[in-house]
């Protein structure tokens, strides 16, 4: 059974930083996309950043600059490095590896 379980979430204040984690299980890791999305409250999901399976990357014009998507095949982990976060960043944030989404975890961002 495919599960991706998110953590590293928290309180922040502005201009601080977070790093998320996504463990993966139950995938042949090292050949699937990761990607992170965020939904804010009353706003659609969307994509926050994206790493292919040999490392390459994309992210969100939002977020350029600020965060940064890894991942560790070895470890079957996604990462997503967030730096110089804004209040506007606060959201649930989530893993998605092909069709299997995480949980989520609250990311709060607020003096």
């Known amino acids: 059974q495919v599960q991706l379980v998110e953590s590293g979430g928290g309180l922040v204040q502005p201009g601080g930083s977070l790093r998320l984690s996504c463990a993966a299980s139950?995938?042949?890791?090292?050949?699937?996309?990761g990607n992170w999305y965020r939904q804010a409250p009353g706003k659609q999901r969307e994509l926050v950043g994206s790493i292919t399976k040999n490392g390459f990357t994309d992210d969100a014009d939002s977020v350029k600059g600020r965060f940064t998507i890894s991942r560790d095949n070895a470890k079957n982990m996604v990462y997503l490095q967030m730096n110089s976060l804004k209040p506007e960043d606060t959201a649930v944030y989530y893993c998605r590896m092909g069709d299997t989404w995480g949980q989520g975890t609250q990311v709060t961002v607020s003096s």
């Open positions: 139950g995938i042949i890791f090292s050949r699937i996309p």
